[in-house]
C-alpha cells in the first residue's frame, strides 16, 4: 500500500510544552515501595532509592511527575508522611484496601524527583479533606519560612521551599469510587474556593481542576461545563484521564482507539472555548492529560485484592500489567494523538512510572526492567520537543465499530527546537501489508545556506516483526528497537517502506 504526506515547515500546529511527556507515581502497589524506594536492594543510595530504577528514568527524561495519587490521595493525609520515619503511622489506604506505612512522604518524594530529574506535580485531598489541608500543604511546599508550616519543614530538615509550581487540585472526583465523590457544582464550589485560597498564598503557581476520569464517564461532557463554569478564570488546566484496553482481543480495533482520544480531547477542547466566550474571558485554560496508558491485563489478577478479601497488604503486586507489542503499538498511536493535540494539550502523565500499569518494572531484591512500551515513551521525550506539524496524510483506512476510514498509517512530526532535527514518529497498524511512504519536505529548504536542513536521516529506529502477544520480562528484552534499514531522502522526498504492525521513529538532520 502507498501512502503520501507533506510536511510544510509553516504547517505549524504549536510549540510543545515538555510537559507533555511527564509520568505519574502513586502510593499504589509496588510504586513507591519496592518501585522507586527499596532501601535493602543493592543499588539503593543512603535515601533508599532505587538507582537503578533512577538510571532508565533518566534515559527518558520525565519532565514531570504527579503524585502521590491518583485515588490515594482522595483519603490521604499528607502530615502522615513527615516527621521522623519512626513516628508516622500506619493508615488504611480505603482506595486499593491496603496498608500504607509513610515510610515515604513528602521529603522524601521531592528528594526522589531531583535525583530522577524530573519536577514534581502535586495533588491535594478533595475528597475526604478539603481547603484547608490543601493550603497547609502549599505552605509548607512552598513557603520560605517563618510560618507555622514552613517552620516545621525546616524543622524536618529541608531549608528551602520546593516552589512547587503544577497543582491538581484533587483527583477523578467525578468517580462513584472515589472517596469523596461529589457532583461537578459540589466539587466546582470546593475546587474554585480551594484554588482562591492558593491563589491569595501565590498568584503564579499553576493550578488543574478536575474533568472526567474517562470518555465513557455518565457525566462527561456535562461535568466539564458545569466544572469550568465554577472555576474558569481561577484555574490553568483541566484534567483528562483515559485508559485503553483489547478486552475484545480485536487489534484492528484497538489500535483504532486512539481516534476516541481524538474526539474526547476536540470535545472538551470545545468545552473549554465555549466558557471562555460565556465568560468573556481572556485567560487560557487548556488540557492537562495526566493519566493515560493501557490498563486491561492486570485487571482479573487484582479482583481479589481490590476486594480487599486478603486484609489489607503492604505495596502488594498490584495493577502489574506486563504489557505486549499490540500495546507498544497503541502507546504509539496515544503519543502520536497527544502530539497532534498539542496546541490543546500541554501536559501529559503516562500512568504510571514504576511497577504500576507502567513503562519500568522492578524485581524486588532483583533487576529493573523495560517493558516493551518503554521505548514509544522515551522516544517522543527525547526527540518528540519543539514544534508540532500539521502533516497532510493520504493512505487508505478501515472501518471499526466507532471510527471509520481509520487511516492505517499513524504519523506526527516534531521540529526540534534545540538542533533543528525533524522526527516522524510512524505507526503501520495495517496487519500484513507494507505501508510504501512517500513523505514530501516542503518549505524547509534556505537559499540562504550553504547545507540544506533535513537532507540526511541521522537517527532510524524500528520495532517490527514481533508477535502482537510477544512481551518483555525480568531476564529477557524480545521487543527492543532496531535500526531501520532502507529509508532515503531525495529531492525533498523521504522515503520509507513501513512494515506492517510497527513503530518506527526516523530522524532528518
Ligand atoms: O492510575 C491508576 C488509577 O486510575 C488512579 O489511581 C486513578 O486516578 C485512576 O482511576
Not at 7 to 13: N, Q
Not at 31 to 45: F, K, L, N, Q, R
Not at 129 to 150: C, I, K, M, Q, T
Request: net charge negative; aromatic share 10%; proline share 5%.
Amino acid at each position: 500500500m502507498r501512502a503520501t504526506v507533506t510536511a510544510h515547515k509553516d504547517y505549524v500546529i504549536a510549540k510543545i510544552d515538555p510537559r507533555l511527556y511527564g509520568s505519574f507515581i502513586e502510593h499504589l502497589g509496588r510504586a513507591v515501595y519496592s518501585g522507586i524506594y527499596e532501601p535493602d536492594h543493592a543499588t539503593a543510595d543512603e535515601h533508599g532509592f532505587r538507582q537503578d530504577v533512577i538510571e532508565l528514568i533518566k534515559d527518558i527524561d520525565v519532565p514531570v511527575t504527579r503524585y502521590p495519587g491518583g485515588n490515594f490521595v482522595s483519603a490521604y493525609n499528607w502530615e502522615d508522611g513527615i516527621g521522623p520515619k519512626e513516628d508516622r503511622p500506619t493508615r488504611l489506604d480505603l482506595a486499593w484496601h491496603t496498608s500504607e506505612s509513610n515510610e515515604v512522604g513528602i521529603h522524601e518524594f521531592a528528594e526522589w524527583a531531583e535525583q530522577a530529574g524530573t519536577e514534581m506535580m502535586l495533588a491535594v485531598n478533595l475528597g475526604s479533606r478539603g481547603l484547608d489541608e490543601a493550603r497547609a500543604f502549599l505552605e509548607y511546599v512552598n513557603h520560605p519560612g517563618g510560618s507555622y508550616w514552613s517552620d516545621l519543614r525546616k524543622q524536618n530538615g529541608r531549608e528551602e521551599p520546593w516552589d512547587v509550581k503544577l497543582w491538581c487540585l484533587g483527583n477523578e472526583m467525578d468517580g462513584p469510587w472515589q472517596i469523596g465523590q461529589k457532583t461537578a457544582a459540589e466539587y466546582g464550589r470546593v475546587a474554585f474556593e480551594t484554588a482562591k485560597a492558593m491563589r491569595a498564598f501565590d498568584k503564579n503557581i499553576e493550578l488543574v481542576v478536575c474533568g472526567s476520569s474517562s470518555p465513557k464517564m455518565p457525566t462527561y461532557p456535562e461535568w466539564e461545563g458545569t466544572v469550568l463554569d465554577y472555576t474558569y478564570d481561577t484555574i490553568d488546566y483541566i484534567s483528562l484521564h483515559m485508559y485503553f484496553d483489547n478486552h475484545e482481543k480485536n487489534t484492528a480495533n484497538y489500535l483504532a482507539k486512539a481516534c476516541l482520544l481524538d474526539n474526547y480531547i476536540d470535545t472538551v477542547a470545545a468545552v473549554i472555548k465555549t466558557t471562555k466566550a460565556k465568560k468573556r474571558s481572556n485567560h487560557d485554560v487548556y488540557i492537562s492529560f495526566d493519566e493515560w496508558n493501557v490498563w486491561y491485563h492486570s485487571n482479573e489478577q487484582d479482583k481479589d485484592l481490590l476486594g480487599g478479601n486478603d486484609g489489607w497488604p503492604h505495596a502488594p503486586a498490584l495493577l502489574e500489567d506486563i504489557y505486549d507489542f499490540a500495546d507498544t503499538l497503541q502507546v504509539g498511536c496515544i503519543l502520536n494523538t497527544f502530539i497532534r493535540h498539542c496546541d490543546v494539550v500541554k501536559i501529559g502523565c503516562l500512568a504510571q512510572l514504576v511497577n504500576v500499569i507502567a513503562p519500568i518494572m522492578t524485581v524486588k531484591g532483583g533487576p529493573a526492567w523495560r517493558q516493551s512500551t518503554y521505548y514509544p515513551y522515551l522516544y517522543a521525550s527525547q526527540y518528540g520537543r519543539g514544534t508540532a506539524l500539521n502533516l497532510a496524510v493520504q493512505c487508505q483506512g478501515y472501518d471499526t465499530e466507532f471510527a471509520s476510514d481509520v487511516s492505517y498509517l499513524d504519523i506526527s512530526a516534531v521540529e526540534s527546537d534545540k538542533d533543528g532535527a525533524l522526527t516522524f514518529f510512524i505507526v503501520n497498524r495495517h496487519p500484513d501489508e507494507n505501508i510504501e511512504l512517500a513523505l514530501s519536505l516542503q518549505g524547509f529548504s534556505d537559499p540562504s545556506l550553504k547545507e540544506q536542513p533535513h537532507q540526511t536521516i541521522i537517527m532510524d529506529k524500528v520495532m517490527a516483526g514481533h508477535a502482537l502477544d510477544a512481551k518483555n520480562g525480568p531476564n529477557a528484552e524480545q521487543v527492543a528497537p532496531k535500526d531501520g534499514q532502507g529509508a532515503a531522502i531525495k529531492q525533498q522526498i523521504l522515503t520509507a517502506s513501513i512494515a506492517p504492525m510497527s513503530y518506527r521513529m526516523i530522524r532528518l538532520g
